[in-house]
């Protein structure tokens, strides 16, 4: 959770996704942490992208502007013969009602939301939580959460 507070403190932050963490099936060994780091290189450039064997985890670490797509995050580590297991998000956004859901929208990204907490709507948040693909579109599952202000209190 120490990555979580670094990422929202002190002042409203930009409305994005800051962080993706990844139980990848398919790291059997040291030599398959290479492929799986180049084909999520290819597809986040610009972004801090960390393989370990040990853990079976891949965490991308986003640049200001590289946005997040679950699909796109999936087919990066299909294409080295592997499979996504759990996605957790880190982001900081707004959570908006609409039609009797409850929406988070991060950057260009948008999930639905459930949360077994009453999340406040229209103000700046950052989250964190579980990211369940199976569904479309995206459940985003949150587990924590803080309300970001202006005035950084």
């Not at 979580?4 to 993706?20: H, K, Y």
């Not at 290479?34 to 999520?40: G, I, K, M, R, Y």
């Not at 290819?42 to 946005?67: C, L, N, P, W």
């Not at 948040?125 to 199976?134: P, S």
Request: net charge neutral; proline share 5%; aromatic share 6%.
């Amino acid at each position: 959770m120490l990555v979580f507070g670094a990422a929202c403190s002190r002042r409203v932050p930009e409305s994005r996704i800051t962080s993706v963490e990844a139980r990848i099936d398919g790291i059997t060994c040291p030599t398959c942490v290479p492929p799986l780091e180049a084909s999520l290189r290819r597809q986040y450039h610009k972004s801090a992208i960390e393989v370990d064997d040990d853990k079976d985890m891949a965490t991308i670490r986003f640049a200001g502007h590289e946005s997040f797509s679950a699909s796109e995050f999936r087919a990066a580590v299909e294409r080295v013969r592997m499979r996504v297991v759990t996605i957790r998000v880190q982001a900081c956004g707004k959570v908006e009602a609409s039609n009797g859901d409850k929406w988070l929208t991060a950057g260009s990204s948008r999930f639905l939301v459930r949360s077994d907490r009453e999340l406040p709507l229209n103000e700046p948040l950052c989250v964190d939580g579980t990211l369940d693909t199976r569904a479309d579109p995206a459940v985003f599952h949150v587990s924590a959460f803080s309300v970001q202000s202006a005035s950084g209190s």
